[in-house]
C-alpha cells in the first residue's frame, strides 16, 4: 500500500530531526568532555603551581632561618666537652670562622666603597653621611671638606685582617676557646681594659674586656688592630703589601704585628709556628 505524500515527508522529516538531534547531543558532549578535559588540565597545573609556590616558600623560609641563625650573635659555647687535640681545635673554629669571615666581608664592602668613591667628584648627600660615620668610626679627624678627605688614613685603616691569623691569634690567647678569660669574658684575644673603660662584672675575669658574644670578641679585636696608635706600624706594613698587589695572608702579616705582646719577636714566631701547624684546619673549616 502506498502512503500518502504528506504522511511520508512527516516520517521523513522526523528521521532527520532525530538523527541531528543525536549527531548535536554527540556534539555537546563531545566539546564539553574537551572542555572538562582542559579545565581539569587547568586545575592540574594550577595545583602543581601552588605546590611549587608552597614548596619554595617553604625553601626560602628555611634559607631565612638558616641564615638567620647563623647570623646570630652567641656565647662561647663550652668547648671543654670535646677531647683535647683535633675535635676541639675543629670545634672552635667551626664556631669563629663564620664571624671572622662576615667581619672581613663588611670591611671589604666598605673598603671597595672608598675606593670607588676616591676619584669621583660627586657626593649625593646619603654617600656624604656614610663617609662621615666611616671616618668617625674609624677615628679619624676630618672637618668634612670633601676636597680634603683623609684618603690615605682611610684606606690603611679600613681594610682587613687575614683570617686565619685572626683564628691563630684567637686559639693562641684563648687555648682554643676553653681558658677562663674566654670562658666568662668571651674574651678571645686577651684585650685588657683601662680603670675607666673596664666593664667586667660579677664573676667575670678583672681587667679584660668582656663581651656578649663571640662576634663582638672577634669585631673588637679587628677594630682595635685597625685603630689604634700601637698598631699603626702593622697598618703602615699593610699598605705596602697593597701598593703591591701582595695577596695579605697570616704568614706575611703575623711578623707585622708589634706591640700586641710583652714577648716581643718570641711571640710571633710562636704564633707563625702555630699557624703552619695549623693552616690545613683552617683551611678545611673555611
Known amino acids: 500500500m502506498r502512503l500518502p505524500t504528506t504522511w511520508r515527508h512527516n516520517v521523513?522529516?522526523?528521521?532527520?530531526?532525530?538523527?541531528?538531534?543525536?549527531?548535536?547531543?554527540?556534539?555537546?558532549?563531545?566539546?564539553s568532555g574537551e572542555v572538562l578535559a582542559q579545565k581539569h588540565e587547568t586545575h592540574k597545573k594550577s595545583h602543581k603551581a601552588q605546590i611549587s609556590q608552597v614548596s619554595n616558600g617553604k625553601l626560602l623560609a628555611k634559607i631565612r632561618k638558616e641564615y638567620s641563625r647563623n647570623s646570630e650573635s652567641s656565647p662561647l659555647p663550652d668547648l671543654r666537652k670535646y677531647p683535647s687535640g683535633?675535635?676541639?681545635?675543629?670545634?672552635?673554629?667551626?664556631?669563629?670562622?663564620p664571624y671572622i669571615a662576615h667581619q672581613n666581608a663588611a670591611i671589604t664592602s666598605e673598603r671597595n666603597w672608598l675606593v670607588s668613591k676616591q676619584y669621583d667628584g660627586?657626593?649625593?648627600?646619603?654617600?656624604?653621611?656614610?663617609?662621615?660615620?666611616?671616618?668617625?668610626?674609624?677615628?679619624?679627624?676630618w672637618n668634612g671638606n670633601l676636597r680634603a678627605i683623609p684618603w690615605k688614613t682611610?684606606?690603611?685603616?679600613?681594610?682587613?685582617?687575614?683570617?686565619?691569623?685572626?683564628a691563630t691569634m684567637?686559639?693562641?690567647e684563648s687555648g682554643w676557646g676553653t681558658s677562663k678569660l674566654a670562658r666568662v669574658n668571651t674574651n678571645l684575644f686577651g684585650m685588657k681594659c683601662s680603670s675607666s673603660s673596664c666593664n667586667s662584672g660579677p664573676g667575670k675575669v678583672k681587667g679584660y674586656l668582656h663581651f656578649a658574644s663571640v662576634k663582638e670578641s672577634v669585631s673588637a679585636y679587628v677594630y682595635n688592630l685597625n685603630t689604634h696608635p700601637a698598631y699603626k706600624s702593622f697598618r703602615s706594613s699593610r699598605a705596602q703589601l697593597r701598593k703591591t698587589d701582595t695577596t695579605l695572608t697570616a704568614k706575611n702579616m703575623i711578623h707585622?704585628?708589634?706591640?700586641?705582646?710583652?714577648?716581643?719577636?718570641?711571640?710571633?714566631n710562636f704564633l707563625l709556628?702555630?699557624?703552619?701547624?695549623?693552616?690545613?684546619?683552617m683551611v678545611a673549616t673555611n
Open 12 to 31: 521523513i522529516s522526523t528521521c532527520y530531526r532525530r538523527i541531528g538531534a543525536v549527531i548535536l547531543m554527540s556534539l555537546t558532549l563531545g566539546l
Open 122 to 141: 660627586r657626593w649625593a648627600p646619603s654617600e656624604r653621611a656614610r663617609l662621615k660615620e666611616i671616618v668617625t668610626r674609624y677615628k679619624i679627624a
Open 86 to 97: 683535633i675535635k676541639r681545635k675543629k670545634a672552635f673554629l667551626r664556631t669563629i670562622m
Open 256 to 268: 707585622k704585628l708589634k706591640g700586641y705582646s710583652t714577648r716581643g719577636v718570641s711571640y710571633n
Open 170 to 172: 684567637a686559639a693562641v
Open 273 to 281: 709556628a702555630m699557624y703552619q701547624s695549623n693552616q690545613h684546619l
Open 154 to 166: 682611610l684606606l690603611d685603616r679600613v681594610d682587613i685582617i687575614p683570617g686565619s691569623m685572626i
